[in-house]
T-cell receptor, first 113, second 115 residues
């Protein structure tokens, strides 16, 4: 229940939408998170979704959760060059060690002007 | 400003030397965590602490040690037993270790290099 998979690279043009995908294996997930990491920096929490929700929108960010397929996505509308970073998906699992997060390997988003 | 600080930003270790990475938070969070990040890899959990004077091993604890004598501090020592210490080390904290309060917030990281 600890496998979180993400594609490693995504390139888009400035102004387009970006969609970063993530799959997880444990159906006992409680919360699912998206973090952003800029070069040489720590992880910045972008958004999260509770496992009983289907969608969450926060300004340019839309999170979609398909529990049946264990698929999570992050859509960034009107992508800007400042959105270039590594994006990590993470899940917390009910019944696991409290507070334990499991991370994917991260998706490197490159935005071309 | 509330947040998590890590120092130093860069740390150099000689062969056979122990080095300590600092992590301090003023968020009044109970839980703290140490992760290791290697290029192209996700984050791997080294140690975590849910409360003062208590901590547990994560997935890759060998060659590392921690202490949690104060709520706001969770230093990580990389010992000489860690044969491949070169990595980016991230400290995180969460308000509690359950429910939405388990959301983790990260410090800026320390890059450890071996001379």
């Amino acid at each position: 229940g600890e496998d979180v998979e993400q594609s490693l690279f995504l390139s888009v043009r400035e102004g387009d939408s970006s969609v970063i995908n993530c799959t997880y294996t444990d159906s006992s997930s409680t919360y699912l998170y998206w973090y952003k990491q800029e070069p040489g920096a720590g992880l910045q929490l972008l958004t999260y979704i509770f496992s009983n929700m289907d969608m969450k929108q926060d300004q340019r960010l839309t999170v979609l959760l398909n529990k049946k397929d264990k698929h999570l996505s992050l859509r960034i509308a009107d992508t800007q060059t400042g959105d270039s970073a590594i994006y990590f998906c993470a899940e917390s699992i009910r019944g696991s060690t409290l507070g334990r997060l499991y991370f994917g390997r991260g998706t490197q988003l490159t935005v071309w002007p | 400003d509330g947040g998590i600080t890590q120092s130093p930003k860069y740390l150099f270790r000689k062969e056979g030397q122990n080095v300590t990475l600092s992590c301090e938070q003023n968020l009044n969070h109970d839980a703290m965590y140490w992760y290791r990040q290697d290029p192209g890899q996700g984050l791997r959990l080294i140690y975590y602490s849910q409360i003062v004077n208590d901590f547990q091993k994560g997935d890759i604890a060998e060659g590392y040690s921690v202490s949690r004598e104060k709520k706001e501090s969770f230093p990580l020592t990389v010992t000489s037993a860690q044969k491949n210490p070169t990595a980016f080390y991230l400290c995180a904290s969460s308000e509690m270790a359950s429910g939405l309060k388990e959301t983790q917030y990260f410090g800026p990281g320390t890059r450890l290099l071996v001379l």
